[in-house]
T-cell receptor, first 118, second 114 residues
Framework: DADVTQTPRNRITKTGKRIMLECSQTKGHDRMYWYRQDPGLGLRLIYYSFDVKDINKGEISDGYSVSRQAQAKFSLSLESAIPNQTALYFC?????????????????FGAGSRLTVL | AQKITQTQPGMFVQEKEAVTLDCTYDTSDQSYGLFWYKQPSSGEMIFLIYQGSYDEQNATEGRYSLNFQKARKSANLVISASQLGDSAMYFCAMSYTGGFKTIFGAGTRLFVKA
């Protein structure tokens, strides 16, 4: 099984519908993130969480909400989807203590969830 | 504010040759980390290499090396002996040391020709 699992992998929905993207991890990492990827823009941070009681907005949180149900689970919701939320969404985890004890925040990504809003 | 710039939307390289992917960054912080990630056509994001701002040696990981020039604020990725499997999108990224927020450049798509 993958270290970081995202479901669904692909979803087509209509404007106004509520959508939930789910993420679970077996890495044991406290930090979890949701990013969105758009062509020519790279990846942009939507939300991040340090533990189940600590959830923070990223640079593009409008129109999204998240829930950290457990250390291993972090879900992203679009309450009322709109076409410009069509994108590839990534969940990621990190453990800054892992790489050479340098504090490097290396991200481990899920396989991505491709969302199309019609 | 932090910013990552990748000026090459696409690059071609002949198989077995070396290629350099450019990355410049902007930050006022003194302690930070630079990363490169690879995204094959299958879509997943794969960590390749890391360079800390205080590291005196350039980072190397197999065929990947990071040409770190702190004064120029550049962190170019060098891939030696390119392989067909290196064809992918490559993202440069940066975060503060010990920090949580990683910012990404727009990416460079590399095509390796046989």
């Amino acid at each position: 099984d993958a270290d970081v699992t995202q479901t669904p992998r692909n979803r087509i929905t209509k404007t106004g519908k509520r959508i939930m993207l789910e993420c679970s991890q077996t890495k044991g990492h406290d930090r979890m993130y949701w990013y969105r990827q758009d062509p020519g823009l790279g990846l942009r941070l939507i939300y991040y969480s340090f533990d189940v009681k600590d959830i923070n907005k990223g640079e593009i949180s409008d129109g999204y909400s998240v829930s950290r149900q457990a250390q291993a689970k972090f879900s992203l919701s679009l309450e009322s989807a709109i076409p410009n939320q069509t994108a590839l969404y990534f969940c990621a985890t990190s453990d800054p203590s892992g790489l050479r004890s340098s504090g490097a925040n290396v991200l481990t990504f899920g396989a991505g969830s491709r969302l199309t809003v019609l | 504010a932090q910013k990552i710039t990748q000026t090459q939307p696409g690059m071609f390289v002949q198989e077995k040759e070396a290629v350099t992917l450019d990355c410049t960054y902007d930050t006022s912080d003194q302690s930070y980390g630079l990363f490169w990630y690879k995204q094959p056509s299958s879509g997943e994001m794969i960590f390749l290499i890391y360079q800390g701002s205080y590291d005196e040696q350039n980072a190397t990981e197999g065929r990947y090396s990071l040409n770190f020039q702190k004064a120029r604020k550049s962190a170019n990725l060098v891939i030696s002996a390119s392989q067909l499997g290196d064809s992918a999108m490559y993202f440069c990224a940066m975060s503060y040391t010990g920090g949580f927020k990683t910012i990404f450049g727009a990416g460079t798509r590399l095509f390796v020709k046989a």
